[in-house]
């Protein structure tokens, strides 16, 4: 009998006998076993809770990532296509989550829950649901009404949230994904769907110009000069270089290498003001940026926004542990373990 490769193995064995197809819950073995045996993960054995975190967050980017129709069915060839059995093989070797990057790293988890958290007033749960208003709050209000509507019309995404104009924490994390990684073939398409209004595979000067026209005024309110519509449309036309000058499609999207800047430019104020500002602190942000790029020529937009997000994570989780027991009692049996490493200390107390 001739041998099959490794991904249709794998995809043999999580599947459903009856089904073509994994779904979400065909990885909570995956992630349970993960869990139990990783040597890096131990200490997510103390808080059921963070387990559960962790095993949502990677179920979630596995399926932002691999899901290609969208429909919550990963394919044997969408498992071929991409890079899951890669990174779920260097997991079993590496100790470090943090060291395998794509889907598995603790890190990344961390960092997307406490945005999900931080979003929410008053704090929350896995469970708590957004609204429209709590998404225009992220990353100091960033992005656009505009852009936020078609969010919130499940144009890039169908939300898998069943209460209406609420957004779950699974459609909360493919936003983070799309917008903090902007450049990942996922997310590509997300942003082209919210820009392409009339879904007729071809973003115009007219559909562009229905977004700048929102973002020009707030570049104006922040007290900036912005680039008239025409000018900025030539700009646009001239970094993307598509095929036809009429119109963008998917495929220029996708092939341009300054597409990730021309989305923040539509509708993004925070990350266009950065590249923009001649604010010394921005400035000094831009400059470790380019040194991190330098060390680490691999690293894509979402590692350097992981690596720059983790450490203000840990920092707040320490304010926020020594803000709530202020005066802890030297003879209450603490359950800290000396063999564990500061991170995860930090993570636990947030
Ligand atoms: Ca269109």
Redesign the pocket.
């Given at each position: 009998m001739l041998t099959v490769d490794e991904a249709t193995q794998i995809y043999r064995i999580l599947k459903q006998p009856k089904d073509e197809y994994l779904s979400q819950a065909d990885f909570q073995p995956v992630l349970r076993e993960i869990l139990a045996t990783h040597p890096g993960l131990k200490f997510l054995g103390r808080s059921p809770e963070l387990q559960e975190i962790y095993a949502e967050t990677v179920i979630y980017t596995i399926f932002y990532h691999n899901d290609r129709s969208g429909n919550g069915r990963i394919t044997l060839r969408d498992l071929k296509r991409g890079n899951l059995i890669d990174a779920m093989k260097q997991l079993e070797e590496e100790e470090d989550t943090a060291k395998v990057r794509r889907y598995f790293s603790i890190k990344d988890v961390l960092v997307i829950y406490s945005k999900h958290w931080e979003l929410i007033i008053d704090g929350g749960d896995l469970n708590s649901l957004l609204q429209q208003e709590d998404l225009m709050a992220y990353n100091n209000d960033a992005l656009s009404k505009k852009i936020v509507d078609r969010i919130f019309a499940e144009v890039p995404t169908k939300f898998t949230c069943r209460t209406p104009g609420k957004m779950n924490y699974q459609d909360f994390v493919y936003f983070l994904l799309a917008e903090e990684n902007k450049a990942a073939e996922a997310s590509i398409e997300y942003w082209f769907k919210c820009l392409?209004?009339?879904?007729?595979?071809?973003?115009?000067g007219e559909?562009i110009g229905y977004f700048y026209e929102e973002q020009m005024h707030r570049i104006w309110s922040i007290g900036y000069e912005a680039v008239p519509f025409q000018d900025m449309l030539c700009r646009i036309i001239d970094m993307i270089a598509p095929q036809r000058q009429e119109y963008i499609t998917l495929r220029d999207f996708k092939r341009s290498k300054l597409s990730v800047t021309v989305f923040n430019i539509l509708f993004n104020l925070q990350k266009y003001r950065a590249a923009e500002s001649r604010d010394p602190d921005e400035a000094e942000i831009r400059r470790k940026r380019r040194k991190a790029e330098l060390e680490h020529p691999d690293w894509t937009d979402w590692d350097h926004f992981v690596n720059t997000q983790f450490p203000v994570l840990l920092r707040d989780a320490q304010f926020m542990a020594a803000d709530r027991d202020p005066d802890p009692d030297p003879d209450s049996d603490s359950d800290s373990d000396s063999d564990s490493d500061s991170d995860s200390d930090g993570i636990i107390s947030f």
């Open positions: 392409d209004l009339d879904e007729n595979e071809m973003v115009t559909e």
